[in-house]
C-alpha cells in the first residue's frame, strides 16, 4: 500500500528583490499561470464533535492530509451533527462539516420553515465517509434497547446528532423511558458510574475513544443490543464486533446511521478550495486508512447516499483525480424514506 501523499508541484514567489517586481508585471501580463500566482496558504475550517468522538478524529486526519499541500484546516469542537449543518451554512470560514445522514434528511423534509428549506438547498454532499453504529451502553440488568421503558437515560446534548437520533428511536419503537436527560458524552458517562442514568447513547463510528479510554471492566456497564424490529425497519443494522471495548467480550447488534462530509455551496468564494480538499481525500484514501482512525477503512467514496448528490465542485474536480478508487457493492439505506414516513404522519 502506498503511504505516501500525493503532491502537485507549486511554484514559489520570490518574497524580496528586483525578482519581485518582475514577478508582479508578468503576472500582470498574464504571462504566469493562474495557479501559480499566489502562494498564500489557504485557511479553511472544518466543524466535527467532541475531543473524544470520532468526527474529531477524522477532521484531524484531514488536517494533517491537507497541510502537505499548504491549506491549513481548522478543526473545531462541537455537540455534534445539529450545530454542524447550522455551521456550516452561517459561518463562511467553515467550509466543511461532518453530520449524520438522519439528521440531513430531518433538514431536507421541514419545508414549513424558510431558514430549513435554505439550509437544504445548499447544503452538498462532498463524501459519504462510515456508518456510525448507536452506542448503547448501561448497566448489564438491561439486556436490550426494549429494558429502557420506565428507565433514566441520557441521550446527548441538546444540539446533537445524537440527541436527535435517540429521540427518533424512541419514537419509532413505541419505547417510553421515565426520564430522558440532554447530557453530553462525559457527563453522561459519569451519570451513568454514578448510577444517576441507567443508560446512555452515543452515536459514533467504532472505537469510540471515551468508551476505549474511560471504561474500565469493574465499571460493569455493558453494550446493549439494538433489536428492536421497527427500529431495524428504519435504520441498517450493524454489529459492534467482541472485543472492540476491553470491557466488551461479545459481539452486539445496533443500527447505524451514515456520516457525511459535507460543504454549504457557497458558490465562488469556496468552490475551488472545497474542490481541491476534495481530490487529496479522493487521492490519498491509502494515506488516510494507513494513518488515520481505524474507521477509515470502511469508508467508501462512491457510495450512493439516497436523497443526495454529490456538490458540482467536487465532481469537477474529482474527474481529473488520479486514483480511482475502487467501489464497493452498494448498501441500501432507509433513513431518508423512514424519515419521509415518520415526518408526514
Request: aromatic letters at 10%; glycine letters at 8%; one cysteine or more.
Given at each position: 500500500?502506498?503511504?505516501?501523499i ?5 511554484f514559489?514567489i520570490p ?8 514577478f ?5 501580463m ?20 467532541g475531543?473524544?468522538?470520532t ?27 445539529i ?23 430531518f433538514?431536507?423534509?421541514?419545508q ?5 428549506k435554505?439550509?437544504?438547498?445548499k447544503t452538498k ?17 438491561i439486556?436490550?434497547?426494549d ?16 440527541y436527535m437520533t435517540?429521540?427518533l428511536?424512541?419514537?419509532?419503537s413505541?419505547?417510553?423511558p ?11 458517562l459519569?451519570a451513568l458510574k454514578r448510577?444517576?442514568?441507567d ?7 467504532y472505537p469510540v475513544k471515551l468508551?476505549s479510554?474511560?471504561?474500565l471492566?469493574e465499571?460493569?456497564l ?5 433489536t ?8 441498517p443494522q450493524?454489529e ?14 445496533t443500527?447505524?446511521?451514515k ?10 468564494f469556496h ?8 481530490k487529496?481525500?479522493?487521492?490519498n ?9 481505524p474507521k477509515?477503512?470502511s469508508v467508501?467514496?462512491n457510495y ?6 454529490q456538490?458540482d465542485?467536487?465532481r ?6 488520479r ?15 423512514a424519515?419521509?414516513d415518520?415526518l408526514a404522519?
Open positions: 500500500m502506498e503511504n505516501t500525493r503532491r502537485s508541484n507549486r514559489k518574497a524580496t528583490g528586483p525578482y519581485t517586481v518582475l508582479i508585471v508578468l503576472m500582470l498574464g504571462f504566469i499561470p493562474q495557479n501559480v500566482r499566489s502562494a498564500e496558504p489557504i485557511n479553511m475550517g472544518i466543524v466535527t464533535g475531543p473524544s468522538g468526527y474529531y478524529q477524522f477532521g484531524l486526519n484531514l488536517q494533517e492530509l491537507v497541510k502537505q499541500e499548504g491549506i491549513d484546516l481548522r478543526v473545531d469542537n462541537s455537540k455534534g451533527s450545530e454542524n449543518i447550522y455551521a456550516v451554512y452561517q459561518r463562511p470560514k467553515t467550509q466543511l462539516g461532518i453530520v449524520q445522514s438522519d439528521v440531513l434528511a433538514v431536507s423534509r421541514v414549513s420553515n424558510p431558514v430549513l435554505g439550509i437544504a438547498r454532499m462532498v463524501f459519504p465517509l462510515y456508518n456510525e453504529e448507536i452506542h448503547l451502553v448501561g448497566k448489564k440488568d439486556l436490550s434497547f429494558y429502557l421503558a420506565d428507565r433514566k437515560v441520557a441521550i446527548g446534548k441538546e444540539g446533537s446528532g445524537t435517540a429521540e428511536l424512541f419514537k419509532v413505541g419505547v417510553v421515565s426520564e430522558k436527560l440532554a447530557l453530553g458524552t462525559t457527563e453522561a459519569d448510577g444517576d442514568v443508560a446512555m447513547f452515543y452515536v459514533a463510528g468508551f479510554e474511560n471504561v471492566p465499571d460493569d455493558a453494550l446493549i443490543p439494538i428492536h424490529k421497527s427500529i431495524l425497519e428504519f435504520y450493524s459492534i464486533p467482541g472485543g472492540t471495548y476491553a470491557w466488551q467480550a461479545d459481539t452486539v447488534t443500527a447505524a446511521v456520516a457525511v462530509l459535507v460543504a454549504y455551496d457557497f458558490r465562488n468552490c475551488q478550495t472545497v474542490g481541491k480538499v476534495a487529496l481525500v479522493y487521492e484514501t491509502d494515506w488516510l486508512i494507513t494513518n488515520g482512525h477509515w477503512q467508501d467514496l450512493q447516499l439516497k436523497g443526495w448528490q456538490y465542485c467536487v469537477k474536480y474529482l474527474a481529473g483525480a486514483r480511482p478508487p475502487q467501489t464497493r457493492s452498494q448498501e441500501l439505506n432507509p433513513v431518508l424514506d424519515l419521509k415518520m404522519e
